[in-house]
């Protein structure tokens, strides 16, 4: 079951806060977020665990709901260099056989 | 660093043709993955591996098979290419003993004709 991400896309200012959520209909083992630049590879920003903590680095962190099976990335005082695609994906559990789904998607926009 | 290597960056083929898009990792990884990316879909995975002649379908595996000899390589074969397949296809792998972190390569922009 496919995550489902909000906002689909975001336009920002140069130095304004944004918050990307990321829901699943199941219970989840873990949440990674990776960003997508334009014409590049997804690259890994951050992954939390089922009893973890809040995560960051930096001005961009992320929070793990396990009742509500959602988690939220948080980005603040946004740089131009965040503009990307922001994709999470969830983990049901980390059997062999498991795998990662991913959501659609956030595409997010920072003006100078 | 984690090097994940597609053997092309754009390809172009015709219909009914047979099209091989090649990966290959250099971190000794078990787990491997093709996902293909289209606009407003978001990363849809379509077969995964997690040891050597060992494979797993993902969500949209149809018109599509894998294979994997080598630890090092995972190779997607399109049968009998359609044009509803054209899109980008991204490979990435991950440790089995590490956090589920995907490394993925640059992906290959397919075009069939």
């Known amino acids: 079951q496919q995550p489902v991400q909000s906002p689909q896309a975001v336009i920002l200012r140069e130095g304004e806060d944004a918050v990307i959520n990321c829901s699943s209909s199941?219970?989840?083992?873990?949440v990674h977020w990776y960003r997508q630049k334009h014409g590049e590879a997804p690259v890994f920003l951050m992954i939390l665990l089922k009893g973890g903590e809040q995560k960051g680095h930096e001005k961009i962190s992320a929070s793990f709901n396990e009742k509500k099976q959602q988690s939220s990335l948080y980005l603040t005082a946004s740089q131009l260099s965040y503009s990307g695609t922001y994709f999470c994906?969830?983990?049901?559990?980390?059997?062999?056989?498991?795998?990662?789904?991913f959501g659609k998607g956030t595409r997010l926009h920072i003006l100078p | 660093d984690v090097k994940v290597t597609q053997s092309s960056r754009y390809l172009v083929k015709r219909t009914g043709e047979k099209v091989f898009l090649e990966c290959v990792q250099d971190m000794d990884h078990e787990n491997m993955f093709w996902y293909r990316q289209d606009p407003g879909l978001g990363l849809r995975l379509i077969y995964f591996?997690?040891?050597?002649?060992?494979?797993e379908k993902g969500d949209i595996p149809e018109g599509y098979s894998v294979s994997r000899e080598k630890k090092e390589r995972f190779s997607l074969i399109l049968e009998s290419a359609s044009t509803n397949q054209t899109s980008m296809y991204l490979c990435?792998?991950?440790?089995?003993?590490?956090?589920?972190?995907?490394?993925f390569g640059d992906g290959t922009r397919l075009s069939i004709l």
């Open positions: 199941k219970a989840l083992y873990s």
């Open positions: 994906g969830t983990e049901i559990n980390r059997n062999r056989d498991d795998k990662i789904i």
């Open positions: 591996s997690y040891d050597v002649k060992m494979k």
């Open positions: 990435a792998s991950s440790s089995r003993g590490g956090d589920g972190t995907q490394h």
